[in-house]
Every structure is written in structure tokens, then in C-alpha cells.
């Protein structure tokens, strides 16, 4: 009896595994296809070096203890977290939801958040060579912001990047649930992007900003969005200590609101007749 | 004088190829080869004033693109287009006051608001008066039969209902020319029958031309006298309904019925049986010999009613489609 | 006398786009509170980062703190106009190229670049305008400048360049969803493009600088506006920003006449 639960565990586990490569490979197709669309997200998240470009010309960078180069360092982490952090599960929902793609999703039998995460994930892949291209041209431009991460950072930062992603994933996911009352998440979305563009770091490291603001950044989800991944990925120390736990009280609370959330959205959504 | 002038038109679309799985789609990033689809290849045909005429083919044999290229909504890859002296892909405003398309599977109506907002942003377009707009609404609800059906939101109209409401918001300027791409999609029966006799009565009153596309041949039989086929992107027949018949089907359809219980076998070589019963059957027979077999049957055996007709069109039709006749 | 009569024609039809789209939006009531709750998040972080910069020095490439606000100022009104106008239609452009009811639009006759640019309308840019002047007000009057008929008017002129370059830009965008029938990111960029105009022009490196004023015409959104106003601005600079914003808007025009040839409809 234990076995066989056991191996009915095994090929769920392997059914989405299933799942998971043929949304990859589908998904990666599409994105393919539309490769305009590719640039133009990477263009998109170049805001980190317009910040990037402001900062250096300015004087009080020294004030927080940075240079010009580790200030370079950090906003280019950054700019490659932003890229492979990026969420629009909100959008798509709203779209799939307006379009009545949502049933056909709920009969199915995979969880409907594994799809949008899944094909999430591919399309990060797929954005991959485009980040490289763009770091590259960067330093070819300028070469004295050029660095290598060691690879036992890099190990650690692609972690941090996934446990970011996954995080940011599940803030938007909660909120997309709003759209099955509403049909209209996108003002929500614009209005999450608020505190993710002025809490996580995007705008200036947080060292810069004075105390109590920092103390209080630190207690939300975003800085470990965006701030936590780009100091490790440029191999910076932290001069203040970054309290982990918060991160992973976050993550749980988060995991199981989403699942609350996703209860209540669904009978709302079968409630107005599906 | 022809409204619609088409010659040697063609359209050929360019498709990007793709092999699947990750190395083809890998590859496709880099570098796209293209295959171009001819969907329309070199046909002609005129269509007078007040005409209505059927427009048919299997899936995918040009239709659609056909009328996208009369209401210049794509521009030919080659040849010459002219409806009503213009030339459609300029999209001059008299031309485009002049015709409409309706489409069944795509809609103009705002989704979350009753079709009357939708017509008066129509009516504002089209440059029609407050009062006149108001009249024609009327006129054509009358005539669609649509009620309190205009002041419900889109999205809670039944598909016929909407399709009505479709009608009404394409006819608003009372074009001339109508373009028809199977209007009756998803209908029923008895929707079916409005939208036909609706299509009917406007073409009578205003004189209209209309072309009309439909895979439900009850449309093109009861509607269209003259009808063009198309397959494959070439034009295949033009001409009146009762003729395509009489050229693709060297038969007749013969029902019999009898007084007493017969033997089939004898009726064999008379034509093809098709179905038959206790005391009834249907026969095959062909046009040529028809007067002859007739009378040899009332002769041989003791008929209690004799019908003749054509064959179902949707026989015709199918066999034209799958090419079972040269 | 005609002209009129097509002027006429073209208030009515966006009379009646503008009341259907607001009688949708109405329908979402939630929509306003969030709308408001935004535009008051984005004037307190961008005030935050704005005194941020001047924490070591008091100023930002030159700009001392309240003609800063200024800047931030016409940045917010540019904002106004993206909410009400850009952003909803350019996704209705998208979705109406994906799912082919661009036929309809292009059978009306009407011109098409006109409908498909103000078919719909968003209150919810109301927000951001008022709260644009008033960082305008303030920054004039806490800044003792001293303004002008003269510069009023110029400076709305400039202004109203701005908005036609970043129009035709965000219009070049949407015209290319006829090749590229996915772009809902255009959003996205188009944001981003923007965010770098918070900040006076002169904040940036010198290399930068030429791309944000030829390349990307961010200068010309708010910064010029801005000096135009305090009687500043360069004459020889502010032709430029007449000359782009005629270029790219007869540019917009012709592209989406050129666009249009390659439109192939979505199948059936
Ligand atoms: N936008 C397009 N791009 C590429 N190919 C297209 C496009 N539209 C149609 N085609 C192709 O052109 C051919 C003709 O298509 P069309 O839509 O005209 O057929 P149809 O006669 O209307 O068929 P149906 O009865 O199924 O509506 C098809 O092979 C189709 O795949
Ligand atoms: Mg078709």
C-alpha cells in the first residue's frame, strides 16, 4: 500500500514534468515567433541603467559608500534580475479570463497556476541570449564596468533569482485573483509596480535611503525581489545585515494566501455562471 | 454596366515556415524561410446591379480572401478589382459609404454595451442625422424583427440575436453592395430564415447587390440564382443555380411509390436505387433516358405517386468539392 | 465651409466614442479608488527619489530643487495623457489587429488612424493632471520665478510638441503590431522610454544626452517645457523640438498608410 502510493506520487510528479516540457517547448515556439516582442521587453527593462546613468553623475552616491564602478555593478545585476524576474501573470489572466479560456484551463488536470508559471519560465529562456547580447554590447562600450561573478556567487545568485521570481510570481498571482470580480487587473497592476519600483532597490540601492525607510523596505517582499539578487549577483557585501527570515516568512505566507485566494476566485468565477 | 468587375485576380499570401521542436524552432530565430499560399489564383467574373449571388467552395478555397480583396481590405498581389468605379484597396470614403461586409465570425458591436450605443457611433460615422438614424433603426429593427434586443448589453444577446443586431449595425448607412461571408453561422433554423428573407426584402427594396458566402446550401438555394464556385483558388463554375446542377448531375431523382409490395431487383436496370422501402423507392435515373424509363415503369407496375426532382444541391456540391466529377 | 462641416462630423464621432468608453469605464467602479491610490504613489516615490538626488549636492545638472518639481510637473501631465488616451487604445490596437476586427475600422470612412488613436478614453488620467499643475504652481511659487504671458504660452506650445512626438512614437509602435502581431509590451516600453523624462535632461552623461534628445525626444517632453516656462529655453532648441515633432507625426502618418499594404487580416 505505501509503495503504491508512493509510485502514484512518482508519475504525478512526472505527469508535470510533462507538462512542464511541452508547455517549454511550446512556449518557447511562440516567443520565437514573436521575437519583435523579445526586444521589446529587454528594451523595457532597461531602467535600471537610466538610474544607472543618473547616479554616476552625481555626487552623493559616495555619501552611501559606493564608487561609479560598484555602483555599475549593482545597477547592471539589476538590469539582468529585472529581466528574468519579469511577471505579467496578471495580464494574461485577465486576457485568458475576458476570452473565456479559463474553463477549459479548470477542467483540465493540472493545477492552473502551474501553466502560467511554466510558460513564465520558458519565456524567461527564451529571453536569455537577448540579456547576453545586451551585457555584452554594454561592456564593449564600456569596458571598465566589466566584472565576473565567481561561480560559487553565481550559483548563489541564480538561486536568489528564482526564489525572487517565484516570490514576485506569487504577489501578482494573488492580485490576478482580483480580476475574476472584476474583469480589470491591469490597474492593479500598475498599481503593485508602485512599491516594486520605489522599495526594491530598482530606483538606488538601498543603502541609500535613510533609515526608517530602509527598515521599512526590508520588513516587505520587495527588496528581496530585486535588491538581495543584484548584491549577490555583483558580489557585494552587505553592510547591514538582511534578515533571511523575513524572506522565507514572506514566502510561506504568500504560498498559502495564493492558495486561499485562488479557492475564492474560482467560486466566484463558477458562482457568475463560468 | 457590371457594379463589380473582377479580372484575372489573384492573392498570394507569404507564410513563414517552421519545423517543429526546439532545433527547428532554433533555427527559425536566426533565419525564416517563406512559402507563399496562392488563396486566389487569376479568376473573373462580372455581377450586376441588384444581383444576389452565391459564392461557394470547400474550407479554405479562396472565399474569404476573394471578398477581403472587393471591399479593399487587402490589396491583390495582382490583377484588377473595380466595384462601382472604384478601385476598393484606395478606400476612398464614397466607396466605403457605399458597401458593407458582414462577417460571421467577427463583430463590430462594443462587447459590454447595448447594440444602440454601437449605432450611434455608427450613425455619427456614416454622417447620418440624429433623426434620420433613429428612423432607419426602426425601420430595420422592424424588419429583423429586434425589439427591446437593442438596449440589452452585447454580451448578454443570444448569437442570433447578435447577429441580428450585427445585421442592423452593417446596414445603417444602407450600402448598395453588400458583402455577406457566411452570415448564417451558428444560426438556426428559424434565424437562418429571417436573416434570409430580411436579406431578400433589402435587396428588393433597395435594389442592392449582394454577395454572399454560406456552407449552408438552403441559404444559396433559396437566395441566389446565380452562383460562382471556387476551389482550390480557382474559379470552377459561374453560372445560374438550376444549370450546375444539370451539369453535374446527369441524373434525376425519381421517388416511386406502389400499391403493392414489389419486387426491387426488377427495378434495377432502370437506374440506381438509393432507398428503398415497403412500398416506395428512390431511383437514380439518368436525364437522357428519363422520358422512356417513365413510361416503361407506369407500364410494369402500378404506381400510386411519382415525383421527380433534382438531387439534393448538397450532393452536388460535394462531389464537385471532392472532385469525384471532371 | 466644408472644412467645418468635417471638423463637425469629427467632434460628433468623438463625442460618441468618448461617452461609450466612459459608460464602460463607469461600470468598474473599483477602477477609480485604485487609479487614485496610484497616482498618489507614484507623486510620493517620485518625490522621494527626486530628494534623494539632492541629498549630497542642490542640484541636478543644474537644476535647483523646485524647477525640478517643475520638470516632475509636466512629466505628470505627459503621464495624464498616456492613462486617458495612449495606453487604453494601443491595446485595443493590438487586440483588434490579433483577432482581425481591424477590418471593421478599416471599412468605415473615417480616417482609420484617427479612430484606432482616440476610440477610447480613460478618465482615470484626471488624477495625474491635477496633480501636475499643481506641482507646476508649486514650483513656480516656491521657486520666486517669475512667469510671463509670453513664456506661458510658449511654453505650452512646446508642450504641445512634446505630446505629438511622444504620440507619433507610441502610434509608430502600434503600427508595427501589423507585422508583429503580439506586442502588449509596447506598453511596457513605452513607460520606460518616459521614465527617464522625471529627470532634467542635463542630469544625464553628455553621451546620453544626444539620444535623449534627437533619438528618443525625451527632452522635449518635459525639459524643454520646463525651461520654456522659466524663460530659459535655448530658441534654436525649441525649433528643433518644432521640427521633430512635425517630422515624426507626418512620419506616423505615412507609416500607417505604408503599414496598411502589408495587412493580410487574420485568417477567416
Ligand atoms: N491572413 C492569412 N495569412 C496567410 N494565409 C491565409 C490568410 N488568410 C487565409 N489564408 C490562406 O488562404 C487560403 C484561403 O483562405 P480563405 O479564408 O479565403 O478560405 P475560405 O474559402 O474563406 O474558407 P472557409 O470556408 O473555411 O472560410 C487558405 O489556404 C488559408 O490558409
Ligand atoms: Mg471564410
Not at chain 2, 206 to 217: D, E, G, P
Not at chain 3, 165 to 178: C, D, G, K, N, R
Not at chain 3, 192 to 221: C, D, E, K, M, N
Request: charged letters at 15%; glycine letters at 4%; a positive charge.
Amino acid at each position: 500500500m505505501f509503495k503504491k502510493l508512493f509510485t502514484k506520487k512518482r508519475s504525478r510528479i512526472f505527469n508535470l514534468y510533462r507538462v512542464f516540457r511541452a508547455l517549454f517547448i511550446s512556449q518557447y515556439a511562440l516567443m520565437v515567433e514573436y521575437r519583435a516582442e523579445i526586444a521589446l521587453w529587454a528594451i523595457s527593462g532597461t531602467l535600471p541603467l537610466i538610474m544607472l546613468s543618473l547616479w554616476s553623475n552625481s555626487q552623493a552616491i559616495y555619501s552611501f559608500g559606493y564608487n561609479p564602478i560598484n555602483l555599475a555593478h549593482y545597477f547592471i545585476s539589476a538590469f539582468v534580475v529585472r529581466q528574468f524576474t519579469a511577471v505579467w501573470v496578471m495580464v494574461s489572466l485577465e486576457e485568458d479570463n475576458l476570452e473565456g479560456k479559463i474553463s477549459p484551463y479548470l477542467l483540465q488536470p493540472v493545477p492552473p497556476i502551474f501553466r502560467y508559471l511554466f510558460s513564465h519560465i520558458s519565456e524567461q529562456f527564451s529571453r536569455l541570449p537577448l540579456v547576453l547580447l545586451m551585457i555584452f554590447l554594454l561592456f564593449l562600450f564600456k569596458p571598465n564596468y566589466f566584472w565576473l561573478p565567481n561561480i560559487g556567487s553565481l550559483i548563489i545568485s541564480i538561486g536568489t533569482i528564482f526564489i525572487a521570481f517565484l516570490l514576485r510570481f506569487l504577489i501578482h498571482w494573488i492580485f490576478a485573483m482580483i480580476c475574476f470580480f472584476t474583469d480589470k487587473a491591469s490597474s492593479l497592476e500598475r498599481l503593485l509596480l508602485i512599491p516594486y519600483l520605489f522599495l526594491s532597490g530598482m530606483i538606488a540601492p538601498l543603502e541609500a535611503y535613510p533609515e526608517q525607510i530602509k527598515q521599512f523596505a526590508l520588513l516587505t517582499p520587495f527588496p528581496y525581489i530585486l535588491y538581495l539578487p543584484s548584491k549577490m549577483l555583483s558580489s557585494q557585501s552587505f553592510n547591514q545585515t538582511i534578515n533571511i527570515e523575513v524572506l522565507f516568512i514572506w514566502i510561506v505566507v504568500l504560498s498559502i494566501v495564493s492558495v486561499f485566494t485562488w479557492r475564492i476566485g474560482v467560486k466566484h468565477y463558477s458562482a457568475m455562471g463560468a | 454596366m457590371p457594379v463589380i468587375r473582377v479580372k484575372d485576380l489573384s492573392k498570394e499570401y507569404l507564410v513563414a515556415d517552421k519545423q517543429p521542436g526546439l532545433i527547428g524552432t532554433f533555427r527559425h530565430f536566426f533565419s525564416r524561410e517563406y512559402t507563399s499560399i496562392k488563396a486566389v489564383e487569376s479568376i473573373g467574373f462580372n455581377i450586376d446591379r441588384g444581383e444576389i449571388v452565391g459564392f461557394i467552395g470547400p474550407n479554405g478555397a479562396g472565399k474569404t480572401t476573394t471578398l477581403k480583396m472587393l471591399c479593399g481590405l487587402i490589396h491583390p498581389t495582382s490583377g484588377v478589382v473595380n466595384v462601382s468605379g472604384n478601385i476598393p484597396s484606395l478606400r476612398k470614403y464614397k466607396f466605403l459609404k457605399d458597401i458593407t461586409l458582414v462577417m460571421g465570425q467577427k463583430q463590430q458591436l462594443i462587447w459590454d454595451l447595448p447594440p444602440i450605443d454601437s449605432l450611434k457611433v455608427n450613425a455619427a460615422v456614416y454622417g447620418i442625422p440624429d433623426k434620420e438614424a433613429s428612423y432607419r433603426i426602426q425601420e430595420l429593427a422592424l424588419m429583423l424583427d429586434l425589439k427591446e434586443e437593442l438596449n440589452r448589453p452585447v454580451r448578454k444577446l443570444s448569437l442570433g440575436q447578435r447577429m441580428k443586431a450585427e445585421l442592423l449595425a452593417s446596414l445603417l448607412h444602407r450600402p448598395s453592395i453588400l458583402f455577406l461571408d457566411e452570415p448564417t453561422l451558428g444560426l438556426d433554423v428559424n434565424s437562418q430564415l429571417r436573416v434570409r428573407d430580411f436579406l431578400y426584402n433589402y435587396n428588393q427594396k433597395y435594389q442592392a447587390t449582394i454577395i454572399l458566402t454560406s456552407h449552408y446550401m438552403a441559404d444559396i438555394t433559396s437566395l441566389c440564382k446565380r452562383i460562382l464556385v471556387i476551389d482550390k483558388g480557382q474559379l470552377f463554375y459561374d453560372g445560374p443555380l438550376a444549370k450546375l446542377t444539370q451539369q453535374f448531375s446527369p441524373s434525376r431523382l425519381v421517388r416511386l411509390e406502389f400499391n403493392e409490395q414489389i419486387n426491387f431487383s426488377l427495378l434495377k436496370h432502370y437506374g440506381k436505387i438509393i432507398k428503398q422501402d415497403n412500398y416506395s423507392v428512390k431511383l437514380l435515373i439518368n436525364r437522357n433516358d428519363l422520358p422512356q424509363k417513365i413510361n416503361n415503369l407506369l407500364n410494369n407496375f402500378s404506381i400510386r405517386d411519382l415525383e421527380i426532382a433534382d438531387p439534393p444541391i448538397e450532393e452536388i456540391i460535394s462531389k464537385i468539392y471532392s472532385n469525384k466529377i471532371e | 465651409m466644408l472644412r467645418i462641416n468635417i471638423i463637425l462630423k469629427y467632434l460628433r464621432i468623438l463625442f460618441q466614442f468618448w461617452s461609450t468608453s466612459l459608460s464602460i469605464e463607469l461600470e468598474y467602479k473599483l477602477n477609480l479608488f485604485v487609479e487614485i491610490l496610484s497616482t498618489i504613489g507614484n507623486l510620493a516615490g517620485s518625490l522621494f527619489v527626486l530628494s534623494m538626488f539632492y541629498t549630497a549636492d542642490n542640484t541636478l545638472g543644474g537644476w535647483p530643487w523646485h524647477s525640478s518639481l517643475i520638470i516632475l510637473g509636466f512629466y505628470t501631465l505627459i503621464e495624464s495623457f498616456t492613462i486617458s488616451f495612449l495606453q487604453p487604445n494601443l491595446s485595443r490596437i493590438v487586440k483588434q489587429v490579433q483577432n482581425g476586427t481591424l477590418d471593421f475600422v478599416l471599412l468605415k470612412p473615417v480616417n482609420s488612424q484617427l479612430w484606432l488613436s482616440f476610440r477610447t478614453f480613460s478618465p482615470y488620467g484626471l488624477p495625474s493632471l491635477i496633480v501636475g499643475i499643481i506641482l507646476i504652481y508649486i514650483g513656480l511659487v516656491k521657486g520666486n520665478y517669475y512667469v510671463n504671458e509670453l513664456s506661458l504660452i510658449i511654453s505650452f506650445v512646446m508642450f504641445i510638441c512634446g505630446l505629438i512626438i511622444l504620440y507619433s512614437l507610441w502610434f509608430l509602435i502600434a503600427s508595427t503590431s501589423i507585422w508583429f502581431v503580439k506586442i502588449w509590451n509596447a506598453n511596457e516600453v513605452l513607460r520606460s522610454v518616459l521614465i527617464s523624462g522625471r529627470y532634467p535632461i542635463s542630469a544625464y552623461p553628455l553621451a546620453l544626452r544626444p539620444i535623449l534628445t534627437f533619438l528618443l525626444p525625451v527632452a522635449f517632453l518635459t525639459t524643454v517645457p520646463a525651461q520654456a516656462l522659466l524663460g530659459i529655453a535655448p530658441f534654436s532648441l525649441m525649433m528643433v523640438g518644432v521640427t521633430i515633432a512635425i517630422v515624426f507625426f507626418v512620419f506616423s502618418i505615412n507609416f500607417w498608410k505604408y503599414a496598411l499594404k502589408f495587412y493580410t487580416s487574420a485568417s477567416s
